[in-house]
C-alpha cells in the first residue's frame, strides 16, 4: 500500500471515530436535559458513609418529583442537613411524618429527622467513579476542556473530501489487482 493510500484510510477512521463520538456527546446532552425536565439531578458522593453500595466518588441521581410520602424504610433518599448541607442516607425508620436515615457504613442514626422542609428527593441510580469527570466539569478549566473537545471534533467532522476522479481510481484498483 502506497503512503497516500494509509493516510486517506487513517483520515477516514479518523472522520468515522468523529461522528461516533459527535453522536455520543449530542445524545449525552439530551439525556442531561430530559433528566433535568424531568427534575432527575446528579449529585457526587464525597464521603464513604454509604460504602458499600455507593462509593465515595459516585455520582447519584436523585428524583425530584417524588414525593416524601412515597418514601419507604429501605429507600436511598436526598436531603438538606443543617440547612446547607447535601447527605445522601438510607430510610431506617418513618415515623409521624418524620423519617430516620443513616448511612450504611455509620454506626449510628442520624440526629435530624428528614422531613418536608429538608428532603430532596429519591436516589434512582447510582453512577461509579464518574465524580471526578463531573467535578472537573463543573469547573471552568473543565468547562473550556470540554468546548475544546468538542471544536475540535467539529472541525475533523468537516475536513472537505477530496472529489474522487472515478477514473483514475479505477485504473489504481486495477493496477493494485494486477
Known amino acids: 500500500m502506497n503512503r497516500k493510500r494509509l493516510l486517506k484510510d487513517a483520515l477516514a477512521v479518523a472522520k468515522t471515530t468523529v461522528s461516533i463520538l459527535m453522536t455520543l456527546v449530542i445524545l449525552l446532552a439530551a439525556l442531561l436535559v430530559g433528566l433535568y425536565i424531568f427534575k432527575i439531578r446528579p449529585y457526587i458522593v464525597k464521603t464513604g458513609s454509604m460504602e458499600p453500595a455507593?462509593?465515595?466518588?459516585?455520582?447519584?441521581?436523585?428524583?425530584?418529583?417524588?414525593?416524601?410520602?412515597?418514601?419507604?424504610?429501605?429507600?436511598?433518599?436526598?436531603?438538606?442537613?443543617?440547612?446547607?448541607?447535601?447527605?445522601?442516607?438510607?430510610?431506617?425508620?418513618?415515623?409521624?411524618?418524620?423519617?430516620?436515615?443513616?448511612?450504611?457504613?455509620?454506626?449510628?442514626?442520624?440526629?435530624?429527622?428528614?422531613?418536608?422542609?429538608?428532603?430532596?428527593?429519591?436516589?434512582?441510580?447510582?453512577?461509579?467513579?464518574?465524580?471526578?469527570?463531573?467535578?472537573?466539569?463543573?469547573?471552568?478549566?473543565?468547562?473550556v476542556t470540554a468546548l475544546c473537545i468538542v471544536g475540535v471534533l467539529l472541525a475533523i467532522s468537516f475536513i472537505p473530501k477530496k472529489k474522487k476522479n472515478v477514473e483514475k481510481e479505477a485504473m489504481e484498483n486495477g493496477q493494485e489487482n494486477a
Open 54 to 143: 455507593i462509593h465515595t466518588g459516585s455520582v447519584v441521581f436523585v428524583n425530584q418529583r417524588t414525593e416524601l410520602s412515597e418514601i419507604k424504610v429501605g429507600d436511598v433518599i436526598s436531603f438538606r442537613k443543617s440547612g446547607e448541607m447535601l447527605v445522601t442516607h438510607r430510610v431506617v425508620k418513618i415515623e409521624d411524618g418524620k423519617y430516620t436515615t443513616k448511612g450504611d457504613a455509620n454506626n449510628t442514626n442520624d440526629a435530624e429527622p428528614v422531613t418536608e422542609e429538608n428532603y430532596i428527593g429519591k436516589t434512582v441510580t447510582v453512577l461509579p467513579g464518574l465524580g471526578g469527570l463531573f467535578s472537573f466539569l463543573k469547573t471552568t478549566a473543565g468547562r
